[in-house]
């Protein structure tokens, strides 16, 4: 059974940082892109940041680039996601997802629970 199991949200006011982890088991992680989603409320569900499968490059949406950084353990079972200078509209509950094939929303065979991240102004 594959399981991706994200831990780390929180509430932390504006500038503050938190880390998320996702516990990847259950599938070969290198063969799947790993990484981060979010949605806030009355959005849809963007991709914030991954790890490809073909060479760990990383990926980052514009919003968050050079604020998050995504990296993992050597075996990618832990995905990591760094937050920092968090402002107010990255609040949203973030996602740890996992797709064989690519990266976009319809790609993505495998989601984790969700854990929200409020930051407050």
């Known amino acids: 059974e594959v399981q991706l199991v994200e831990s780390g949200g929180g509430l932390v006011q504006t500038g503050g940082s938190l880390r998320l982890s996702c516990a990847v088991s259950?599938?070969?992680?290198?063969?799947?892109?790993i990484g981060w989603f979010r949605q806030a409320p009355g959005k849809e569900r963007e991709g914030v940041s991954c790890?490809?499968?073909?060479?760990?490059?990383?990926y980052y949406a514009d919003s968050v680039k050079g604020r998050f950084a995504i990296s993992s353990d050597n075996a990618k079972t832990t995905v990591y996601l760094q937050m920092n200078d968090l402002k107010p509209e990255d609040t949203a509950v973030y996602y740890c997802?996992?797709?064989?094939?690519?990266?976009?929303?319809?790609?993505?065979?495998?989601w984790g629970q969700g854990t929200q991240v409020t930051v407050s102004s």
């Open positions: 997802a996992a797709g064989s094939t690519g990266w976009d929303l319809d790609e993505l065979e495998y």
């Open positions: 259950g599938l070969t992680p290198n063969n799947y892109n």
């Open positions: 790890i490809t499968s073909s060479d760990d490059s990383t």
